[in-house]
């Protein structure tokens, strides 16, 4: 076999290894007691000192994310204590300040920025601005919250991993969405009784994993609502869906998704 070759299927090989077990280097998944789920997990919670890169922030119940365009990983974590912490922070990535009741995160280089917050309340808005932003967040925290969507942004947005034992029963009575400026939004894996969206020139888009009892929709301009697996059962127990419906096909809703379509 040519060295190449070799190379290559090595080169695989790990990739491979690394997907499926993202543990080796050095992801730490916790379970519902917030311990470390598995043997490499505890074997790098022994090693690394998470308070080395530590940060305290005032309280906060508004997030205002400005990526310029740039890729972003936030993943906000319900908090054991009454302090708001902050890990993974680097100057050189990112400007982070809390002010009037806000945090502001601002991109300042082209590698975006990873973050980790444990928060104690309820986060109460997030908007975000020309950013591609992926992002957990604890339901515990998403109460009655509103997401604001601008700028030609894209949100992936799910709840945090937690391991097979852990089959508690999260729901959020209320989600908000604004979608706007040629945005998009996908939501994935949530229990919700009430979805409120108003798109405009925006998509929202949810996979069939998503519970919602009510979703409503309004449609303004070059927007729509999808299903990513609309082939399959979804569990949106009803969709309303007003407004300029030109873009919107009622096939694209996802099976067993009961439709109500006004004007």
């Known amino acids: 076999m040519k060295t190449s070759h070799i190379l290559f299927a090595s080169t695989l090989a790990l990739l491979l290894l690394v997907a499926c077990v ?12 917030n311990k470390p789920a598995d043997f490499m997990s505890r074997f790098w919670a022994e090693h690394f000192n998470r308070d ?49 009741d806000t945090l502001y995160l601002k991109q300042l280089n082209k590698d975006g920025f990873y973050l980790i917050l444990d928060v104690p309340n309820p986060i109460r808005d997030l908007t975000v601005n020309q950013s591609k932003l992926s992002a957990s967040i604890a339901e515990d925290l998403m109460n009655d919250m509103q997401l604001n969507i601008l700028g030609g942004s894209d949100l992936t947005l ?16 209320n989600l908000r969405f604004v979608i706007s400026g040629k945005s998009r939004a996908f939501i994935d894996n949530y229990s919700v009784e009430q979805v409120n969206a108003n798109l ?47 873009y919107f096909r009622k096939e694209f809703v996802g099976q067993n998704v009961h439709l109500n379509l006004t004007n």
């Not at 993202?22 to 007691?33: D, M, R, S």
């Not at 009892?213 to 127990?237: C, F, H």
């Open 158 to 173: 799910g709840p945090p991993y937690r391991g097979e034992e852990d089959t508690i029963q999260r729901v959020i009575p």
């Open 200 to 246: 405009q020139d925006g998509l929202l888009r949810y996979s069939q994993n998503l519970k919602v009892d009510t979703m409503t929709v309004k449609l303004v301009g070059k927007s729509n609502v999808s299903s990513i697996r609309y082939d399959e059962n979804n569990q949106i127990g009803l969709l309303n869906v007003s407004g300029d419906q030109k």
């Open 22 to 33: 993202p543990q080796l280097v050095g992801l730490i998944k916790y379970n519902h007691e």
């Open 52 to 100: 080395q890169g530590e940060k305290v922030l005032e309280r906060f119940h508004y997030i205002h994310v400005d990526g310029q365009d740039k890729r972003i990983s936030l993943h906000v974590n319900k908090s054991q204590s009454d302090t708001v912490k902050a890990w993974n922070v680097s100057t050189k990535d990112l400007k982070m300040e809390v002010k009037n």
